[in-house]
């Protein structure tokens, strides 16, 4: 057993104090960066309530309800930024970015403290697979604004379809990896392939960006 909440306390103090010596997207990266371990802590409690509420087992938890859960927390932070800051493109990616990281920081903590760290194969998993794919389905949402603010679409709709990708980007990483085999390694290839990907969209947006 672990305290979810302890974790929280001593990596996040000194992150907090640091804040007041940061200023311009540092402040915002670290800023967001927190928010994503916060949200990773309240998904777990609202993951484990609804687990209990509904019956279901830890694999069924994990590809059905997990994904919805997490990156509906995942989105608050980052809509909240949006409203508040009126974020441009490279900001609202940077956002997201720091969410992602955060949130699986976190995440890999506390498994690492359940599991152990002696097992250099689980910690590198953790790291390229789980960490990745928390970051991939965020920025792939974040990616999905910038496209519907261009095309001067972005309403409730259009935040509702995001949402909807994050999700499937996640169930499908934990349903890949929910039974050992070949969708195991395709699972754990996923994350680091997307990202690679996201990478040169994101890139080509950049460009357009600095065209317009």
Same mark, same amino acid.
């Given at each position: 057993?672990?305290?979810?909440?302890?974790?929280?306390?001593?990596?996040?103090?000194?992150?907090?104090?640091?804040?007041? #010596? @940061?200023?311009?997207? &540092?402040?915002?990266? !670290?800023?967001?960066?927190? =928010?994503?371990?916060? *949200?990773? %802590?309240?998904? $777990?409690?609202?993951?484990?309530?609804?687990?209990?509420?509904?019956?279901?087992?830890?694999?069924?938890?994990?590809? #059905? @309800?997990?994904?919805? &859960?997490?990156?509906? !927390?995942?989105?608050?932070? =980052?809509?909240?930024? *949006?409203? %508040?800051?009126? $974020?441009?493109?490279?900001?609202?990616?940077?956002?997201?970015?720091?969410?992602?990281?955060?949130?699986?920081?976190?995440?890999?903590?506390?498994?690492?403290?359940?599991?152990?760290?002696?097992?250099?194969?689980?910690?590198?998993?953790?790291?390229?697979?789980?960490?990745?794919?928390?970051?991939?389905?965020?920025?792939?949402?974040?990616?999905?604004?910038?496209?519907?603010?261009?095309?001067?679409?972005?309403?409730?709709?259009?935040?509702?379809?995001?949402?909807?990708?994050?999700?499937?980007?996640?169930?499908?990483?934990?349903?890949?990896?929910?039974?050992?085999?070949?969708?195991?390694?395709?699972?754990?290839?996923?994350?680091?392939?997307?990202?690679?990907?996201?990478?040169?969209?994101?890139?080509?947006?950049?460009?357009?960006?600095?065209?317009?």
């Amino acid at each position: 057993m672990i305290y979810a909440e302890n974790i929280l306390i001593c990596i996040a103090i000194p992150l907090i104090v640091s804040l007041l #010596f @940061l200023t311009g997207s &540092v402040r915002k990266y !670290m800023a967001a960066f927190l =928010l994503g371990m916060v *949200m990773c %802590l309240l998904s $777990a409690y609202i993951d484990g309530f609804l687990a209990l509420a509904t019956g279901m087992g830890e694999n069924d938890t994990s590809i #059905f @309800l997990s994904p919805m &859960v997490e990156e509906l !927390m995942k989105l608050l932070p =980052l809509m909240f930024f *949006m409203v %508040l800051t009126d $974020a441009k493109e490279k900001t609202l990616t940077m956002i997201a970015v720091a969410i992602g990281a955060g949130f699986a920081t976190y995440e890999n903590c506390c498994y690492i403290l359940t599991s152990g760290a002696d097992n250099i194969i689980y910690v590198l998993i953790r790291g390229f697979a789980v960490g990745i794919m928390h970051i991939v389905s965020i920025l792939a949402l974040s990616i999905w604004f910038i496209l519907a603010r261009r095309l001067k679409a972005f309403s409730l709709p259009a935040v509702a379809v995001g949402v909807a990708l994050a999700m499937n980007i996640h169930a499908l990483y934990n349903l890949l990896v929910s039974k050992e085999g070949a969708s195991t390694v395709i699972g754990f290839i996923l994350p680091p392939v997307m990202s690679v990907v996201l990478y040169f969209l994101y890139r080509y947006f950049r460009k357009k960006e600095t065209a317009a």
